[in-house]
Structures are given as structure tokens and as C-alpha cells.
């Protein structure tokens, strides 16, 4: 065991507690803008395949 404090514990317990929200609404942001990125992948891919189409 550690020589730290016990108050030190806590800070670093709130500290990991207090990230967990955030971490949510960033992993809630990643999904949604991954969503925008493959819709968007799949327009390009299909303009490519237009292009192609006509040559």
C-alpha cells in the first residue's frame, strides 16, 4: 500500500467520477459524427461510381 494520504484517495476517486459523465457525452459525440462520416463516405463512393459509369 501507499503512503498517500486519505484524502488524496478521494480527490483522485472524485476526480474519476467526475470524468465518467464526460466521457459519455464524447463517446455519444464519436457515434454520431462516425455516423455523419460513413453517410457521407458512401456519397463520395457512389459520385466515384457515376464518374466511372460515364467514362
Not at 500500500?1 to 486519505?6: D, F, G, H, L, Y
Amino acid at each position: 500500500m501507499t503512503n498517500k494520504p486519505q484524502n488524496s484517495f478521494n480527490s483522485e476517486e472524485l476526480d474519476c467520477c467526475n470524468q465518467l459523465p464526460r466521457r459519455g457525452i464524447i463517446t455519444e459525440k464519436l457515434v454520431a459524427e462516425s455516423q455523419i462520416v460513413s453517410e457521407e463516405s458512401i456519397k463520395v463512393l457512389r459520385e466515384f461510381e457515376e464518374i466511372e459509369e460515364d467514362n
